[in-house]
């Protein structure tokens, strides 16, 4: 009798686990929806929806920007990336070649990022899409490098995912914004975000300055600065106001 040699399975990876996200949520002013990752804060305001990360903050990460920003009607997506990533990798950061994908249909581009901030290494993803002429969606992920390789970058995939895009729906205002507060300059405190709260970041390392209309604008490692020179006050822009990064090197007239 000849013996018969049993098969050898194959091994196969194993399963890579879900990421848990929570409700959908719409941000109807900047026409997209999207599903945050479980036991992230939200703030979302502006157009804009901002996530960090339970052991987070808001320098490092892991944290997540997504939003929406006019641009000329004439410019193609690859033209929407490269503006995106020239103002956010100035300084120490450095973006890969951009890579085609799409985002809800619409096309779009995608180039990881990395540098230092502050002396933390950081990993970090940039994803611009065009649903429309003259209108961009854009999605920015960050966090320090270790951990956005082994976690937040699976994370990023899948809220990407899970990202819908529609025609922006105006939002009615009913109450008038509120005056910009007067500050010192040097530790100026940004505008408060609706729950009250104000950051407090250190803004005399100016990288770089320019003027318009008697307001004097800086670039700072803080954020960036606007000094009204007719009244001799200030206010910080910080990522609580939009701003992707907070560290910025150079400031546009």
């Known amino acids: 009798a000849t013996a018969t040699r049993a098969a050898t399975p194959v091994p196969t990876a194993a399963p890579t686990a879900a990421v848990a996200l929570d409700a959908l949520q719409r941000i109807v002013e900047g026409g997209f929806a999207f599903q945050p990752p479980s036991g992230y804060t939200l703030d979302a305001r502006n157009a804009m929806a901002y996530m960090t990360a339970p052991d987070g903050d808001q320098l490092a990460g892991p944290r997540f920007v997504l939003g929406m920003q006019e641009i000329d009607a004439g410019m193609s997506v690859d033209e929407a990336f490269s503006l995106m990533a020239g103002e956010l990798t100035r300084g120490e950061f450095t973006i890969s070649e951009p890579t085609p994908l799409t985002?809800?249909?619409?096309?779009?581009?995608?180039?990881?990022?990395?540098?230092?901030?502050?002396?933390?290494?950081?990993?970090?993803?940039?994803?611009?899409?065009?649903?429309?002429?003259?209108?961009?969606?854009?999605?920015?992920?960050?966090?320090?490098?270790?951990?956005?390789e082994t976690e937040t970058a699976t994370v990023f995939d899948a809220v990407l995912a899970s990202v819908q895009l529609f025609a922006p729906e105006p939002?009615?205002?009913?109450?008038?914004?509120?005056?910009?507060?007067?500050?010192?300059?040097?530790?100026?405190?940004?505008?408060?975000?609706?729950?009250?709260?104000?950051?407090?970041?250190?803004?005399?390392?100016?990288?770089?300055?320019?003027?318009?209309?008697?307001?004097?604008?800086?670039?700072?490692?803080?954020?960036v600065v606007r000094w009204d020179l007719t009244g001799d006050t200030a206010l910080k822009f910080t990522v609580a106001d939009g701003l992707i990064w907070l560290r910025q090197s150079v400031q546009r007239n």
């Open 103 to 148: 985002v809800d249909g619409a096309p779009a581009r995608a180039g990881d990022v990395h540098g230092t901030d502050q002396g933390q290494e950081l990993g970090a993803r940039l994803v611009v899409a065009l649903p429309a002429p003259g209108r961009t969606f854009l999605m920015f992920g960050a966090a320090p490098a270790e951990r956005w």
């Open 171 to 223: 939002v009615p205002t009913a109450v008038p914004p509120s005056p910009a507060p007067t500050v010192a300059p040097g530790w100026v405190s940004g505008p408060a975000l609706d729950i009250g709260w104000n950051y407090f970041t250190n803004g005399d390392y100016v990288q770089d300055m320019a003027l318009h209309e008697n307001q004097l604008w800086a670039a700072t490692h803080g954020g």
